[in-house]
């Protein structure tokens, strides 16, 4: 059973611009939730999708948001990116929706580097 | 809002040895999990155990098992025969049983050292 996929792997984009990550999670799975990790604030939680609606956000500003697809695969998108942006991005799937007893599911992360 | 505190940012072991992971946590529910997962190298983040809180008795997984006090809102992870394979970051999660959705609260990570 294939795990859950994040495309790209690494991203170098400049000031400024805009980028879009994606997240496919472990087949069957409708929930996936978004992570940045950088070395001075730790991991943060970004939103949480099931079944294409936003369930839940965490306190990031307007710039990121995201969307998730019938299929279940998610797309994260940061608009004007800043140099803070550079960062680790992960994303989570599980099984059930939200409340739900249910284990999270990692990818490899999409490391996204703004110069 | 829930808050998870690490206190030690590096911790080393020697092969084969034990080593405990300590972790606090601040909330004000009664309702919730608490999880180990580890992040080696590669950055995949792993789930090592998790514990419900309404269960008294603390979870094991084979070498790894936790000390969880409920009262003193704590949550230590003992590897027993530690490998060079546990060498990695060990971070400490909450998740709200209550609240709507399946955000997890990260501490700081500890990087744990193993020595061969």
């Known amino acids: 059973k294939a795990g859950v996929t994040q495309t790209p792997r690494y991203l170098i984009k400049t000031r400024g611009q805009q980028v879009t990550l994606s997240c496919s999670p472990i087949?069957?799975?409708?929930?996936v939730s978004w992570y940045q990790q950088t070395p001075g604030q730790g991991l943060q939680f970004l939103f949480e999708?099931?079944?294409?609606?936003?369930?839940n956000k965490g306190n990031f500003p307007g710039r990121f948001s995201g969307r998730q697809f019938s299929n279940s695969r998610s797309e994260m998108n940061v608009s004007t990116l800043e140099l803070g942006d550079s960062a680790l991005y992960l994303c989570a799937s599980s099984l059930k929706g939200p409340g739900s007893n249910t284990e999270a599911f990692f990818g490899q992360g999409t490391r996204l580097t703004v110069v | 809002a829930q808050t998870v505190t690490q206190s030690q940012p590096e911790m080393s072991v020697q092969e084969a040895e034990t080593v405990t992971l300590s972790c606090t946590y601040d909330?004000?529910?009664?309702?919730?999990?608490l999880f180990w997962y580890k992040q080696p190298p590669s950055r995949q983040m792993i789930l090592v155990i998790r514990q419900e809180a309404y269960k008294q008795q603390n979870a094991t997984e084979n070498r790894f098992s936790v000390n969880f006090q409920k009262a003193a809102k704590s949550f230590s992870l003992k590897i027993s025969d530690s490998q060079l394979g546990d060498a990695a970051m060990y971070f400490c999660?909450?998740?709200?049983?209550?609240?709507?959705?399946?955000?997890?609260?990260f501490g700081a990570g500890t990087i744990l050292r193993v020595k061969s």
């Open positions: 999708y099931f079944s294409e609606t936003q369930r």
């Open positions: 087949s069957g799975h409708r929930s």
């Open positions: 999660a909450y998740r709200s049983a209550r609240e709507y959705g399946n955000k997890l609260v």
């Open positions: 909330t004000s529910e009664s309702d919730y999990y």
